[in-house]
Structure formats: structure tokens, C-alpha cells
């Protein structure tokens, strides 16, 4: 028997309906289409209008569990990486499985913001490897309009709304988590943060004139970080794997912005058609993006590929995954 990896055997994904273009938001804040798409990327987003973060994690969840077979009292752990949870406790990991019905499952969330999946991925698979748990579930979700002051261009424009779930279980074929690098630097909050909630920041009538309770960002210091740090931690894995760009497969790539996904995947040596990319459909859904990524592609993905995931988040966090996919579709 061979030694035991984190597979993912199954995903699954969930966007609300309600989609926002940029000609939509040029009515709310002053900003356009063209603005939009030649610093982002992005064309359009979906907005949850109501519900919490855990009603479109419960949704996926639901929809992997059918596709996969798989009777929700057989999952022992549930990760949730958010950064918009229902509540400060209980964990949004917690309320999915109660929605869920997954009753055996102990569970918590990842906070980590855009790192959110790749690092719950991370934690998971150790409970894989060692034998402790066979079924892991790691979603990754967020309901950024609950956090976005649409006064301020610079950021009401990058996100929207939504997320995805992984299942981890284990392998003994060589397949699934081979290796990861993360990273975390706290003297980054100071450039990309919600400030007020929290106690730093305890919620007050101050607080909420001061709108300290949305998402602020330093948009040129974040792009400098993240374009260099993305990129760097990406050729660093492929390095460490002893990994050449035709070796590479797919890059799966925190949708944050085109510019920080182009310069990520040129450091690597991809070319276009080896790097997922739907930011222009569903904008940046912060821990979201990536099984969402793995969810729209999941059909072209082959048993053996070589795939390298990549993120980089407010805090800052970021990292990189490299796995062989376990399964075809």
C-alpha cells in the first residue's frame, strides 16, 4: 500500500442568480464599463439579495453530497474559509453542517480572506494523511456585498458574491496534495481590512458613521504585494517539485484582478490556455474563487494532471498547492 494523500474526489460550486454588470454599477457609483474592465478584468458579478454565507455554502454542499452519493452523517470534517461569516460565533462552518445535516462532522472556519481555500485545503489534507478522518469537506465562500460600501469605487467595483466546496478523501495512487507553501504577514492589514466589528474596532454609532464596518483597501500597495508574492510562491512550488511550465497543466489562480493572474502565470511560463480565469463572469468572490474555478472547469480536468493553486489575501496571507487531479469527470 502506498502512502496515503489528500485526494479531491468530488466539487461542486454555487452563485446566486442575480447578476450585476458593470453598466449597473456605473448607476450606483461613478465609475464604467471600460474603468472596470481594463483594471480588473471584470464585466459582471452575481449578488446574493438575501440569505447569509452559509445558505450558498449549504447549497453546494448539498449538490456535492447528491452527485457524489454520499450520505451527509458520513462526513467527519467540515472547513469553511470566510471572510463574511453569519455571525462572529458560531462558525459558518457549524451552521452549514446543522443545514446540512452532516451531525458527525466537527467543524470551524478559516479566516485568511482570499488564502481562505488553499489554506483550509491545507489543513484538511493532514487529517487525510494521518489517518484521522476519511471524508473532509472544504468550502470556500463569501457574501462580499454584505461588507462593501458602494461609495467607494475601488472596491464595490471588484466583488461579488459566492463559493465552492472541495471533497478531500484519501489516495494511495500517487494522486491528490503533493505539496504546499503558505505564508502570512500581519503588517499587510494595514492595507487591505474591514476595521470596525471586531475588538479593535467594537461595533458603535462611531464606527458605523465612520463607515469602518466595509472593506478598505490601499489598491496600489495590495496589487504590488499580491503581484509579487502570487507570482513568486507559484514558480516557488513548481521549483521545490522539481516542475517545468510543460509539466504544469492548469494554474488555478485567485481571481482577484487579470493583471495579478497574467504576471502570475508569465512568472510560471504558462501560457493563456493553461490558466483558469472566470473573474470576468463572477468578479473577485474572495475565498470563493478558487473551487469555483475548479467547479467551471471540473469536466476538462484529467485523472494525472498536474495542477498548481495559487492565492494571495488581506492579512496578507497567500500560498500555493501543488496536486495531481485524483478523478475524470
Given at each position: 500500500?502506498?502512502?496515503?494523500?489528500?485526494?479531491?474526489?468530488?466539487?461542486?460550486?454555487?452563485?446566486?442568480?442575480h447578476?450585476?454588470?458593470?453598466?449597473?454599477?456605473?448607476?450606483?457609483?461613478?465609475?464604467?464599463?471600460?474603468?472596470?474592465?481594463?483594471?480588473?478584468?471584470?464585466?459582471?458579478?452575481?449578488?446574493?439579495?438575501?440569505?447569509?454565507t452559509?445558505?450558498?455554502?449549504?447549497?453546494?454542499?448539498?449538490?456535492?453530497?447528491?452527485k457524489?452519493n454520499?450520505?451527509?452523517?458520513?462526513?467527519?470534517?467540515?472547513?469553511?474559509?470566510?471572510?463574511?461569516?453569519?455571525?462572529?460565533?458560531?462558525?459558518?462552518?457549524n451552521?452549514?453542517?446543522?443545514?446540512?445535516?452532516?451531525?458527525?462532522?466537527w467543524?470551524?472556519?478559516v479566516?485568511?480572506?482570499?488564502?481562505?481555500?488553499?489554506?483550509?485545503?491545507?489543513?484538511?489534507?493532514?487529517?487525510?494523511?494521518?489517518g484521522?478522518h476519511?471524508?473532509?469537506?472544504?468550502?470556500?465562500v463569501?457574501?462580499?456585498?454584505?461588507?462593501l460600501?458602494?461609495?467607494?469605487?475601488?472596491?464595490?467595483?471588484?466583488?461579488?458574491?459566492?463559493?465552492?466546496?472541495?471533497?478531500?478523501?484519501?489516495?494511495?495512487?500517487?494522486?491528490?496534495?503533493?505539496?504546499?507553501?503558505?505564508h502570512?504577514?500581519?503588517?499587510?492589514?494595514?492595507?487591505?481590512?474591514?476595521?470596525?466589528?471586531?475588538?479593535?474596532?467594537?461595533?458603535?454609532?462611531?464606527t458605523?458613521?465612520q463607515?469602518l464596518?466595509y472593506?478598505?483597501?490601499?489598491?496600489?500597495?495590495?496589487?504590488?504585494?499580491?503581484?509579487?508574492?502570487?507570482?513568486?510562491v507559484?514558480?516557488?512550488?513548481?521549483?521545490?517539485?522539481n516542475?517545468?511550465?510543460?509539466?504544469?497543466?492548469w494554474?488555478?489562480?485567485?481571481?482577484?484582478?487579470l493583471?495579478?493572474?497574467?504576471?502570475?502565470?508569465?512568472?510560471?511560463?504558462?501560457?493563456?490556455?493553461?490558466?483558469?480565469?472566470n473573474?470576468?463572469?463572477?468578479?473577485?468572490?474572495?475565498?470563493?474563487?478558487?473551487?469555483?474555478?475548479?467547479?467551471?472547469?471540473?469536466?476538462?480536468?484529467?485523472?494525472?494532471?498536474?495542477?498548481?493553486?495559487?492565492?494571495?489575501?488581506?492579512?496578507?496571507?497567500?500560498?500555493?498547492?501543488?496536486?495531481?487531479?485524483?478523478?475524470?469527470s
Amino acid at each position: 500500500m502506498g502512502k496515503v494523500t489528500a485526494a479531491i474526489t468530488g466539487v461542486e460550486g454555487y452563485v446566486p442568480e442575480h447578476v450585476m454588470t458593470n453598466e449597473d454599477l456605473s448607476k450606483i457609483v461613478d465609475t464604467s464599463d471600460e474603468w472596470i474592465r481594463t483594471r480588473t478584468g471584470i464585466r459582471e458579478r452575481r449578488i446574493m439579495k438575501d440569505g447569509p454565507t452559509s445558505d450558498m455554502g449549504a447549497a453546494a454542499v448539498k449538490k456535492l453530497l447528491e452527485k457524489k452519493n454520499i450520505d451527509p452523517l458520513d462526513i467527519d470534517l467540515v472547513i469553511c474559509g470566510t471572510v463574511t461569516p453569519d455571525y462572529p460565533f458560531p462558525s459558518t462552518a457549524n451552521v452549514i453542517s446543522d443545514k446540512v445535516g452532516m451531525k458527525n462532522a466537527w467543524s470551524f472556519d478559516v479566516i485568511a480572506a482570499c488564502s481562505g481555500f488553499i489554506y483550509g485545503l491545507t489543513i484538511g489534507a493532514q487529517f487525510i494523511e494521518t489517518g484521522k478522518h476519511k471524508k473532509v469537506l472544504v468550502i470556500g465562500v463569501d457574501k462580499m456585498t454584505s461588507i462593501l460600501d458602494y461609495q467607494d469605487r475601488t472596491t464595490c467595483v471588484i466583488f461579488g458574491d459566492g463559493g465552492g466546496v472541495a471533497l478531500l478523501e484519501p489516495n494511495t495512487e500517487g494522486l491528490g496534495i503533493i505539496d504546499s507553501i503558505m505564508h502570512s504577514d500581519g503588517a499587510g492589514r494595514n492595507y487591505l481590512l474591514q476595521p470596525g466589528g471586531g475588538s479593535a474596532a467594537p461595533a458603535s454609532h462611531d464606527t458605523v458613521d465612520q463607515r469602518l464596518h466595509y472593506v478598505k483597501q490601499e489598491g496600489k500597495q495590495v496589487f504590488k504585494f499580491a503581484v509579487t508574492n502570487m507570482a513568486e510562491v507559484s514558480a516557488q512550488i513548481m521549483e521545490k517539485n522539481n516542475l517545468t511550465s510543460d509539466d504544469v497543466d492548469w494554474l488555478v489562480p485567485h481571481q482577484a484582478n487579470l493583471r495579478i493572474i497574467d504576471a502570475t502565470a508569465s512568472r510560471m511560463g504558462l501560457p493563456p490556455e493553461k490558466v483558469m480565469v472566470n473573474i470576468e463572469k463572477y468578479g473577485n468572490t474572495t475565498a470563493g474563487t478558487l473551487p469555483l474555478c475548479l467547479w467551471d472547469w471540473e469536466s476538462r480536468l484529467k485523472k494525472g494532471d498536474n495542477l498548481i493553486l495559487s492565492a494571495f489575501g488581506g492579512g496578507f496571507t497567500w500560498g500555493a498547492i501543488y496536486l495531481k487531479w485524483a478523478y475524470n469527470s
